[in-house]
């Protein structure tokens, strides 16, 4: 198993390099100059070339890429063009607010998304399962801001039970709990929607296998056909769309951070777009990705943990 | 008659929807008894056994009696009908693969049913369980407990099914096709193991079946079914020695006899040929031509697939599944490649017509060199060497119109075109007994038998002077594998075809065949003409091969012997380096050789 | 289990995140919509909301009245006063002697004004040193007094020394000791102290109780970033917030009007917004297209639609109040006549113009209304829809005929009119700055002025420049705009407020918040 | 004894039409199948046919502006109200549906093309090419949607069309991995086997044989991924990407009436429910024909 997740790393290291080079040359053909951004619209012609050339802008793009290549495998990811900080920095300041978030929003998803799941399946066609498609589409189709928006009026606003501005300054952990309740909330909708919607097509599907005959013909009762036998069976597809749409509940946050007004990586990739900071936005990019391959890799682990039929060779 | 019926199945009928698949069966089966229901596909057999544990899904319309012993079966429900499933009576399956959950450990599966059923603490349980798996014969009952179905071969899991069925003591086993997906030694293992766990308990067996050799094996009574509709029952010999329904006389006609065949070389239909069929003069000479160069010689082909595993993927090992087979097939000739699952005969095939690439060896088609064939070469040699497929509902294009699958290799090998495709279309699907204008059906449309037609008619397309044959008969049902087989060797007659037929099924290949290889790890053990790899086997793998086909007269029930412990398949995994034996060859008969050692 | 200790660990990760400050009485916690704050150094800081913040930290030698912006209203800041020479080229500053800086950085001497002004003038640490490129020599006489020589006369030497840009004075040994640092670590001598920074949350200041003009009588200020303009009015209501930088609309300061003890308030200076004519590129190298443009906008709709309060029709090429602005007679809004100067032009079937547009709220739905205007008379204005940094550069490419723009600078005629309407200052030139229109008609005159030492003559050159741009249409001005702001009724200001050149309220020593 | 003779070229048409004929049947059945599936087609056909008679039932120009009724709620003059240019909600939205059904069919289309034939060359050669471009594939998606989408917009401005290519560009992957599965299970089975024994070319099994075969699959999913391309429609003009005004779409309708929804409800409420009802619809009707095609999850279970 050791071995598996080395070769994934040493897989992850070749997605990482692919990655790099990619941003590197897709951020510098973004129209758009951050000297501009930190100079103001004030700013002579002079000033700007100064500045170009301190932050070695004005060097041929190869060279700067051979550079940060050479940082990159120091484990120099540079500094902010425009705040000046070390990129790794400003990363790390922003990262437990969102893993935070992503974390309680991904375990708020599963906790409500399992159950529904099985839910709708058990009662195919029944009430049940009618009520939890139309709810778990409500879940897929609003965007995030809009149910942020709706969340803060009703709870904030009319029920006053959540503050506004979410900012994670809580000290003690209720603090810090009520901060984090609304966007986790918000977050945790989409994921819901999807891990209802796989766990109820998954254990339809399982439930029509012949193993699940087996158990039924050996007298289990219903409740252990259900969790017992079919449970970890259809887990396998809904770890992967939990894996899938991690990513893309990272993505989401950026939503619910700006609604929410927390801090994170998606606030901070948007705040680096909109100011061209080159080397800011090479950071995230490699955070992203390792983000992305870490999950995978771990989706991968936790296949071994559900199937005995997955080996890692 | 003894007093009580175990089980007394009273006017069942089963509708789902509007259709009816059980109409009105009627039967007893007491202690100690097997009752075989026989029937092809669609007859309602399933349906029936299934309804007898109410495992039926909710749409399904049930009426009649089913009376376990004293229960009323169709009066029960929720918490009652769950204590009687697994209780009263136990059920096994056709699919030892899917039938155990492969996320829970082996034992544990077993010990559930009696966690269901009885008082037994934990460690009861445990040490109940490994008893069962001694019985059941699994080797080594202490370590398999803990491991997950995946580890186990297809034989070892329907034990396990077994003991799982058998737990509780139930005084009913119903047993849905249990050797069907199974190869032939194992199924009479399995077979034996069941007998004689009967013989211990004296349960009653519902035994479930199409294949006529296993009930003349084990049934005390039969019950044959069509259309979900009884058409005989009664003692099994009186059922072989006098069926009084016609249906039961073709499905008894249908099933091959091992041995029967003894006095001829020469293939032989199942069913004569109508005179006004056979054509005044044949398009070629029907019998190989012993002495011309043989139409395709194989010698010392090997192949091998790479087996990964540890860090980045090392190449760790190979299945040697195809290792120096060498054999010659003249024109019109029939050479049968026999063996069980995994035993490289499949691969063989494959790797003649470059679907797998082989590593070594040499295959010589009609004197060109197969393997060294590149682009219109390696075409023109596929237009000749045609594959006939097992699964018939796999080998076509779902959505592609039958005429479109007949004619499209036509159309690729730019054979005809235009009106002139659409005649050879025509007269390929009457050729093949088809009416021409099924060319606009779907796939779909056509019985399993019909299209194995539909594939054999693609195959003839290009005229191939060879057609390799992978299991083309074996899914089909007994009555229609007959015909298609029939209709195979009418095509032979009368276009000179030669054949590579690969088959795990003896009874088919002892018809079909001129001669026969016996294949067994990825070798060919033994090989001759068929009357003699039949009649004087000399390699032991043949022997138990032969001995284990089940044979269809109920007189002829033979006395096994019984070593107990089952036997699971030998891997022919093997480490990089490992370089295997030569294999060495005894000719014990004009060109019967059969292979030394191991 | 790895999955348990994961969580475990980002749980306690993020705990220790959170900072342990003991909650003050007297927080003012303002909520701007701002992502987050891109440097505090005042030479630096361009963003609205950068400078917000450094409003309450930064002296000058001499300020602004508190709540005012206009440069007559100029008063002694750090320098208690000065002098002129006859040719206005030497002016002598006499400090308070009572001026510390923040922090442990001692008290403020004439050394450090010296080498801020000088930080100011440098291209290397400044994005203003243009402004000081006049300043000659920076000296300070002793410890106390500091003497300014210029090269050649220029419009406003005070309005370059109040804190604003440039002019906020930076105590010596904490710019040299924190350099680049400086930016996230701002050491000045104001009412109020940086204490720390959260990105994309909060700056946060304290009282600085050793301030010379007394201490504050707030403890601090929580200053927010809240991008979600929702999410800010709400907090502002649900009482999270005590000031809130609103929405430039009209229906923004009435629904503010409308929460309870509430004041809402437009602060100056107001920004001039105009749409800027690339003269150089058909068809808007014909006059007649240009006067068919500026026939085709209603600024009175333009201002009802942004609302009466928050904005006024524009009077000129330069915002109304600044030294030298002079009201110029704009053309009236007459589609007829437009279409008319159209098909005079050879267009009678209406034009077709390509603008580079940011996607930013504010300005897109001001040209959302432009556009439907302009179509009224035949003018097809289609957008390109791109981000704001593009916007920015793309609009510093020529590849916009028509530039929207809207700005404010130092209230002096010169500033505006050189940077916008210089030929100097013509986009793709290397001595470039935001001369979209290629407009030269008035250089002389804006060259003339700027070393006019005649108050008078200066402002005659001023107005013959505006004269001539209006009539050149470089730019169609169309309206000014001030900034709108909410804020609880328990702060109490001891002057009104009209506005302030870093675009922030004047909070100050004075300011209080009632309880 | 010989059948009357046809042509090839009528033959062709009439396998064309079985075909054709075949999934219309096969989509009829899953619609009707179910009474949510008819739900779901009854509203997306009329949304279609409101937005394709727009011009002609919208009571008012959807970008003529009337600064006097800005943000007015619903009445007899406006149904829905008026937005923050005081256009009417109502034209809007109808002219808007046409935008945004283009914009969610035309992109998730361009993705399901790219993303398949991506999906069919990884999964039909396996081996390095599969790992190499799945690698590539995990590269894409290891941009968060959002912010790909961004940087798209970015380099290639926002129009229709860039919209339309920054949705695919998100979505390819997606797709790619939803085309993959069932490709690497088909190349087992027989009838391509059977189609290489024949001599078929890879091209040919590809197109011909194995694409027909997951098309079913595809289209579902992508009814499905088309309320993903509505949303990433609104998020995107929430980031401020939208089309460039003053055309309608529901996801900048969305963003705007979210921008006002304190001043007034309307303005964000039936955008929104516009998308909703869009996407419930577009869902009900995938998971109607999900359910049809997979005998699974059919009756027979």
Redesign the interface.
């Known amino acids: 198993m050791l071995g598996f997740v080395l070769r994934r790393l040493g897989f992850a290291v070749i997605t990482l390099f692919a990655v790099l080079t990619l941003v590197f040359f897709v951020i510098r053909i973004l129209p758009g100059d951050p000297t501009l951004v930190i100079l103001g619209d004030q700013a002579s012609a002079q000033s700007i070339a100064l500045l170009r050339e301190r932050m070695g802008l004005d060097q041929p793009v190869w060279l700067q890429y051979l550079q940060f290549l050479g940082g990159a495998l120091r484990g120099d990811w540079g500094t902010s063009l425009v705040s000046g900080r070390p990129v790794i920095q400003e990363v790390l300041n922003v990262l437990p607010h969102t893993l935070e978030l992503t974390f309680v929003a991904l375990v708020l998803g599963v906790v409500l998304g399992l159950p529904a799941g099985i839910w709708a399946a058990v009662n195919r066609n029944r009430i049940p399962d009618y009520v939890t498609r139309i709810v778990s589409l409500l879940g897929l189709s609003a965007p995030a801001f809009v149910s942020g928006i709706v969340l803060l009026l009703v709870f904030s606003i009319m029920l006053r039970w959540f503050p506004v501005i979410s900012g994670g300054q809580g000290t003690t952990l209720l603090d810090r709990a009520r901060d984090l309740a609304l966007p986790a909330i918000n977050l945790a909708l989409i994921m819901a929607a999807y891990v209802t919607r796989v766990t109820r097509s998954s254990m339809l599907e399982v439930l029509s296998q012949d193993y699940v005959r087996t158990a039924m013909a050996k007298g289990a009762p219903a409740r252990a056909v259900v969790w017992r036998h079919a449970l970890r069976n259809c887990l396998i597809p809904v770890v992967t769309v939990v894996g899938l749409y991690l990513g893309i509940l990272i993505g989401n946050s950026v939503l619910t951070e700006i609604v929410f007004n927390r801090p994170g990586l998606g606030k901070l990739i948007v705040g680096a777009l909109n100011q061209r900071d080159y080397t800011m936005l090479q950071g995230m990019m490699v955070i992203y990705t390792l983000i992305v391959v870490l999950v995978n890799l771990l989706t991968d682990l936790v296949y071994g943990f559900i199937d005995p039929r997955v080996q890692y060779k | 008659m003894s007093p009580e019926p175990v089980l007394l199945v009273e006017d069942l009928r089963v509708a789902f929807g509007r259709t009816e698949v059980v109409k009105g069966v009627s039967f007893r089966l007491d202690a100690g008894k097997t009752l075989a229901l026989v029937g092809e596909s669609g007859s309602g057999k399933s349906v029936t056994a299934l309804s007898i544990m109410r495992l039926l899904p909710e749409r399904a319309r049930v009426t009649g009696a089913i009376r376990l012993g004293e229960t009323d079966m169709l009066a029960l429900s929720g918490e009652a009908l769950r204590k009687a499933r697994g209780k009263k009576a136990g059920m096994i399956f056709q699919e030892p693969m899917t039938s155990l959950n492969p996320v829970l450990r082996v034992g544990e599966q077993v010990a559930e049913a009696l966690h269901y059923h009885t008082d037994l603490s934990k460690s009861a349980a445990r040490a109940e369980v490994l008893r069962l798996f001694e019985r059941v014969r699994i080797p080594d009952a202490a370590r398999r407990y803990d491991e997950y179905p995946h580890t186990f071969s297809g034989g070892m899991r329907q034990r396990v099914m077994i003991a799982m069925a058998l737990a509780c003591k139930p005084r009913l086993l119903i047993a849905d096709e249990p050797t069907t997906a199974l190869d032939v030694t194992i199924q009479a293992e399995i077979l034996d193991l069941l007998a004689e766990l009967q013989r211990e308990t004296g349960t009653a067996v519902l035994f479930i079946t199409h294949d006529m050799g296993v009930v003349a094996e084990i049934a005390d009574d039969v019950l044959v079914m069509r259309h979900g509709d009884i058409l005989e029952q009664g003692p099994v010999r009186k059922i072989f020695s006098a069926p009084a329904h016609d249906y039961t006389r073709d499905l008894l006609a249908a099933v091959p006899r091992l041995g029967d065949m003894a006095e001829t070389d020469r293939p032989v239909r199942f069913r004569p040929r109508p005179a006004e069929q056979i054509p005044a003069s044949p398009r070629r000479d029907p019998a190989p031509t012993p002495d011309a160069e043989p139409l395709l010689s194989v010698d010392g082909l090997v192949t091998r697939f790479k087996v990964r595993g540890g860090m980045l993927g090392r190449h760790t090992g190979n299945v040697h599944a195809v290792e120096g087979v060498s054999f010659a097939l003249r024109r019109g000739e029939t050479l049968a490649l026999v063996g069980e699952s995994g035993c490289g005969k499949s691969t063989t095939g494959r790797s003649i017509l470059r679907l797998v690439e082989p590593e070594a060896g040499a295959v010589r088609f009609d004197g060109q060199d197969v393997l060294k064939a590149e682009g219109q070469a390696l075409r023109t040699i596929r237009q000749r060497i045609q594959m006939i497929f097992q699964d018939p509902y796999g080998s076509l294009d779902p959505r592609q119109t039958v005429g479109s699958a007949i004619a499209e290799p036509m159309h690729v090998h730019k054979i005809a075109r235009g009106s002139e495709m659409e005649d050879r279309v025509a007269s390929l699907l009457r050729r093949v007994e088809l009416d021409p204008g099924s060319a606009t059906r779907f796939p779909h449309e056509f019985s399993g038998g019909q299209r194995q037609r539909i594939c054999i008619a693609r195959a003839l397309a290009l005229d191939p002077a060879l057609v390799i044959a992978d299991e083309a008969v074996s899914a089909l049902d007994v009555s229609i594998k007959a015909q298609v087989t029939d209709l195979l060797l009418d095509l032979q007659d009368d276009l000179g075809l030669s054949y590579l037929f690969i088959s795990h099924d003896m009874a088919v290949v002892e018809r079909i065949s001129h001669r026969i290889a016996v294949m067994h790890l990825g070798r060919i053990v033994e090989t001759g003409p068929r009357s003699a790899v039949i009649g004087s086997p000399s390699h032991p793998y043949t022997q138990k091969l032969l001995a284990a086909v089940p044979v269809a007269d109920p007189e002829k029930r033979r006395a096994r012997k019984r070593d107990g412990v089952a036997e699971e398949l030998r891997s022919p995994i093997r480490s990089v380096g490992f370089k295997p034996e030569d294999a060495v060859y005894r000719e014990v008969g004009p060109g019967h050789f059969v292979m030394e050692g191991a | 289990m790895t999955m348990k200790r994961i969580a475990l660990g980002v749980v306690s990760a993020a705990l220790l995140a959170g900072t342990a400050l003991p909650a003050l009485a007297q927080t003012l916690t303002v909520a701007v919509p701002g992502n987050d704050l891109a440097t505090l150094d005042p030479h630096r800081a361009s963003a609205t909301f950068d400078k917000n913040v450094i409003n309450w930290m930064f002296n000058g030698l001499v300020r602004t009245a508190p709540g005012q912006f206009q440069l007559d209203t100029i008063e002694p800041d750090i320098a208690e006063s000065w002098e002129t020479s006859e040719d206005g080229l030497v002016w002598t500053f006499t400090l308070r002697q009572d001026v510390l800086c923040h922090g442990d950085y001692g008290p403020l001497t004439a050394s450090d004004v010296v080498y801020s002004l000088n930080r100011a003038a440098s291209p290397e640490t400044s994005s203003y040193s243009a402004d000081y490129a006049a300043f000659e020599t920076v000296e300070a006489l002793d410890d106390h007094t500091v003497q300014i020589t210029l090269s050649n006369p220029i419009p406003t030497v005070l309005g370059l020394l109040v804190p604003f840009n440039g002019g906020a004075i930076i105590c010596e040994a904490a710019g040299t000791e924190l350099g680049d640092g400086f930016g996230r670590n701002p050491v000045g001598t104001g009412p109020f102290a940086f204490v720390e920074y959260q990105s994309q949350q909060f700056v946060r200041l304290a009282a600085n109780t050793e301030y010379f003009r007394g201490a504050p009588e707030i403890d601090e200020i929580l200053f927010r970033y809240v991008a979600s303009d929702s999410s800010r009015d709400l907090a502002f209501q649900s009482g999270e917030v005590d000031i809130v930088n609103g929405r430039f609309e009209q229906s923004w300061l009435d629904r503010m009007a409308g929460l309870p003890d509430t004041t809402v308030q437009v602060l100056g200076p107001y920004e001039l917004h105009q749409l800027h004519l690339n003269m150089t590129q058909p068809p808007l190298d014909d006059i007649r297209v240009r006067q068919a443009i500026a026939h085709a906008i209603d600024r009175d709709q333009l201002v009802a639609f942004r609302g009466e309060m928050l904005t006024r029709p524009a009077t000129s090429v330069i915002p109304s109040g600044y030294l030298g602005h002079e009201p110029q007679t704009l053309l009236e809004h007459d589609v007829e006549r437009a279409r008319e100067l159209l098909a005079e032009a050879g267009y009678p079937d209406g034009i077709d113009l390509r603008t580079v547009q940011t996607t930013l709220p504010a300005m897109l739905t001001t040209m959302e209304v432009v556009q439907a205007q302009l179509a009224e008379a035949g003018i097809r204005l289609n957008f390109e829809l791109v981000d704001h940094p593009t916007f920015h550069e793309q609009i510093r490419q020529d590849l916009s005929q028509v530039v929207y723009y809207g700005a404010s600078r130092l209230p002096v005629a010169d500033i505006f009119l050189t940077q916008f309407f210089d030929s100097d200052s013509i986009v793709q030139k290397p001595t470039a700055v935001t001369n979209f229109s290629h407009c030269d008609v008035a250089d002389a005159e804006i060259e003339a002025a700027r070393t006019e030492i005649d108050p008078e003559r200066q402002a005659e050159l001023w107005q013959e420049a505006q004269r001539k741009i209006v009539e050149a249409i470089c730019a169609v001005p169309m309206y000014e705009m001030g900034q709108p702001y909410a804020w609880t009724n328990r702060l109490e200001f001891a002057v009104p407020q009209e506005g302030s050149l870093n675009l922030s309220p004047s909070i100050n020593e004075t300011t209080r918040l009632a309880d | 004894m ?2 009357p ?4 070229a009528p ?1 062709q048409r ?2 064309f039409l ?2 054709t004929g ?1 999934a219309l049947r096969f989509a009829g059945r899953a619609v009707t199948g ?1 009474p ?1 599936t008819l739900v779901g087609t009854i509203v997306f056909v009329t949304i279609v046919v409101l937005a394709l008679l727009a011009p002609i039932i919208a009571p008012y120009d959807p ?3 009337s ?2 009724n ?2 007015q709620g619903p009445s007899w003059a406006h149904w829905l109200g008026t937005d ?2 005081g256009r009417d909600i109502l034209s809007r939205l109808l002219h808007g549906a046409r935008y945004s059904l283009v914009i969610g069919i035309a992109s998730i289309s361009l993705a399901v093309v790219v993303g398949s034939l991506i999906g069919l060359v990884a999964g039909y050669f396996g081996g390095r090419i599969d790992i190499v471009i799945m ?2 594939m ?2 894409v ?7 790909l989408g ?2 798209l ?3 290639l ?3 229709v069309t860039n919209i339309i290519i920054a949705i695919a560009f998100t979505a390819v992957p ?1 797709f790619a ?1 939803i085309a993959r599965a069932p490709v690497m299970a088909l190349r087992e ?3 391509v ?9 890879d091209l ?1 099994i590809m197109f ?2 194995i694409l ?2 997951i098309i079913p699959e595809i289209i579902v999913m992508a009814s499905l991924w088309m ?2 391309a ?2 990433t429609e ?2 995107l003009a ?9 055309t309608p779409t529901w ?1 900048g309708m ?2 705007e009436g ?6 007034s409800y309307s303005v ?1 409420l039936f955008p ?1 429910l516009a ?2 009802v869009l ?2 619809a577009l ?2 009707i995938g ?1 109607g024909l ?1 359910d049809a095609i ?1 005998p ?2 059919g ?3």
């Not at chain 4, 003779?5 to 090839?8: E, F, N, P, Q």
């Not at chain 4, 998606?141 to 912010?147: D, G, Q, R, T, V």
């Not at chain 4, 929430?238 to 003053?246: C, E, H, M, N, V």
């Open positions: 010989s059948e003779a046809t042509t090839a033959r009439n396998e079985l075909v075949n179910h949510t970008v003529a502006q600064i006097v800005r943000l923050y240019y690698q590539a995990d590269v998606l290891a941009f968060p949607a959002l912010i961004i940087i917009v970015a380099v401005g926002a129009s997606a991995r089975r027989e009838f086997q059977a189609g290489r024994a024949l001599g078929f070319s040919r011909r044989h027909p075969n309320a993903t509505v949303r609104a998020s929430f980031i401020g990407l939208g089309i460039a005004p003053p996801g969305v963003r979210f921008e006002n929804i304190l001043d964000a929104s998308v909703l996407v419930l869902n009900l998971d999900r997979d699974k999850l009756s027979a279970s």
